[in-house]
């Protein structure tokens, strides 16, 4: 498997900064890293697919340029939620895939950051 | 978006018992997962079943898969309080186009008294 870490694992700023949030895998070239959003009590919903080297893939709803997301080495992804408000507050919790392009492989999570924004 | 439901929402047992929930789906799929979260934390997987599959084990974890019915079940026996949680199933689309995306189900809170 992979270990991931993610960082920080709690934020709270005021309305209308940008926060940044960082997701490592540890032990595993990562090529592609997943982030998602969950609201309390909630399931996951995938946000965006990050490859590294390239471009994210951004699910349908999601504002690319709310959510900037950086992949620029196999061990680190960024999501970077701009101009926040109030309703970006969520827990965003991030993913390695260890299977590449095979699919029979789970994804590896980090332990999510709680948002909130004032 | 979800893929699909898991049932019950939410389970009370007690410990020793046997505790079963089952989720549902609407696409073909390439696996079928099972994770779990404490409460604040990220997911930790479970057990992983693949289209082929019909029933997998592991430990106290027993997985069926009925893709005829589009269905999955996850039975954890003689529960313990340590196994209070979310559990969500998550599938891999035949579609996702080769980068293991997964799409969660809404999950069964568990809660397993003393």
């Known amino acids: 498997g992979a270990v991931v870490s993610q960082h920080p694992s709690w934020v709270i700023c005021k309305s209308g900064t940008s926060v940044k949030i960082e997701c490592r895998s540890l032990?595993?070239?990562?090529?592609?890293m997943f982030w998602y959003r969950q609201f309390p009590k909630q399931s996951l919903m995938l946000m965006a697919t990050?490859?590294?080297?390239?471009?994210?893939?951004?699910e349908q709803g999601v504002e690319k340029d709310k959510f900037l997301i950086n992949h620029a080495s196999l061990t680190l992804s960024t999501l970077t939620v701009t101009s926040a408000h109030p309703e970006d507050s969520s827990f965003y919790i991030c993913?390695?895939?260890?299977?590449?392009?095979?699919?029979?492989?789970?994804?590896?999570f980090g332990d999510g950051t709680r948002l909130s924004i004032l | 978006s979800q893929q699909g439901e898991e049932d019950p929402q939410a389970l009370s047992i007690q410990e020793g018992e046997n505790a079963t929930m089952n989720c549902s789906y609407k696409?073909?799929?390439?696996?079928l997962q099972w994770y779990r979260q404490n409460s604040g934390r990220g997911l930790v997987h479970l057990i992983l079943?693949?289209?082929?599959?019909r029933e997998k084990h592991s430990g106290r974890l027993r997985v069926t898969l009925d893709t005829s019915k589009k269905s999955s079940s996850l039975l954890i026996t003689a529960s313990r309080a340590a196994d209070t949680a979310s559990y969500f199933c998550?599938?891999?689309?035949?579609?996702?186009?080769?980068?293991?995306?997964?799409?969660f189900g809404a999950g069964t809170r568990l809660a397993v008294h003393p």
């Open positions: 993913s390695v895939s260890t299977g590449g392009w095979t699919s029979n492989q789970p994804q590896h």
């Open positions: 032990d595993f070239q990562a090529t592609t």
């Open positions: 990050s490859n590294e080297g390239s471009k994210a893939t951004y």
């Open positions: 696409t073909s799929i390439n696996n």
């Open positions: 079943i693949r289209s082929n599959e």
């Open positions: 998550a599938t891999a689309p035949s579609f996702s186009g080769g980068y293991n995306k997964l799409i």
